[in-house]
């Protein structure tokens, strides 16, 4: 892999440990994957900042970076926490709250923008063909797939990496060549909602590995439900992307057709049991648009929670502070408009949760292990149904 | 017996000789293994139940959360890692994990050759890897 004059002095050891540790993760990366040399990035999007999905071993591993002086070189943003400081913050043991604010504490010195939300998108919209290095798993798939922008699927430590160095290896689907599509998937019947999208997603994501794929059929599908998809994707698979909007080539391409009853039995599938009423409804994985937000307000108007189930609403202090009145019109129902957190990076257990509702294929997959829960996995009007009254 | 040397490409350097532990199917770290215990518990696994500890983990690739590299190297400090990772296809989030974990790491390997309980010999400068013992089967 060609270094650069700098980029070889940050290797030796010139400018610091830190920065050093970065750069040999992305010279390593970088010589795996046959990258032949480091671009320049416009951001650097971050997972890994939930205490609860972290743990306490890499917790060492960021402060001895931000001790070490790492200081990021580009716009970079961080990963939802796990609570909000408004309700859930004040529902938590002091121990657990500190060690998380601790983690904040060790972004914040190395310069990350407290973003706290696994849609950045919405709060600055990537430019098209724009080089980045996100981790978050569906903002990935999001960004090349729907916004155009281009990054690998980074795991958290290399999209870390890169912040600090502003540059990441130069392989995979930063290369033109390397993001033309290689499956075609034929879809049988029109989708009628969101849950239809993500379990589409939790599909294909086992079958494709990291192949890039054409989906057929999805003309008409909402940026929310190709969220949903992307999301669900990344979730079972590799896949850093899919085309929605574009013809195949002529030539011969694998093909594969997705049929209604595959979509049914992945649905069927994603919820846990039948019987248990469940005491959350919760909606916004990934994180709520304006859009959706917009949408739950409606649904909520003239309607109250039923006691005994909480229903929140996840989103970035970003959407929510311009969704002012639809965000009172869902807490005047009795629900919670949440920030900077994820529920499934919560500390639902500790909560006493036990049974959760949500119209999310991402949640649905990992709540059984990450929440310990059982899971219904249901569209957002039905999700609403069960827990609004009157 | 007939020794089975398997040649891929090393990823993360090092040496060990452990009893493999095969699975067909991808593995998510996060979610997919208790951190705490380092057994696999996500729902319809095929290794479900089966702790990873000091074993030659083989299963095809990584895939789903990017914190999936921190799960490594969690582990790692813990003592409950594999002692080596072997993969068909590296997703990325596994290879970064195993780079900070220091976790010797092959791919390009038809794991198919190798069953659970075979005792193997992993040679991740090389990238090659010996099946020494043969499970009874």
Redesign the interface.
Known sequence: MYLTKEEERIYDGEHGWANQTCMKILVRLGELFNATKLIPIESAHISGVSYKTLGDAPVEFLETLADADGKVRIRATLNPQSFDPEYLGKRLPEHIREKQLNILRQFKKMGFTQSLTCTPYYLEKPKQNSHLAWAESSAVVYANSVLGAWTNREGGPSALAAAIIGKTPDYGVHKAEDRKPNILVDMETPFQNETEFGALGIYLGKILGDKIPIIQGLKDASEGELKQLGAALATTGMVNMFYHDIRPERGRIEKISVEAEDIKQTIEKLSTTSKTKPDLVFVGCPHCSLDEIRQIAKLTDGKKVQAGTGFWVCTSRHVKKRAGDYVRQIESSGGHVLTDMCTIVSWTETLGIKAMLTNSAKTAYYAPTLNKTETFFAPLKQCLKEVLEG | MQQITLKG?A?VEGRCKAQALVSTQ?I?F???VD?TSGKI???NHDLHGECIKDKVLCF????????????L??L???NIAPKAIVNQ?????????A??ADIPMIDQIDINQIRTDDVVEVDAYAGVIKILTKRES
């Open positions: 490409r990823i991808p998510s996060l979610g997919g951190p518990v996500e729902k095809p690739h990584g895939h789903g959360s990017t914190v999936g590299s921190y799960v190297y969690s790692a400090k813990k296809t590296a997703d990325p989030v596994v290879v970064v994990g780079i900070i």
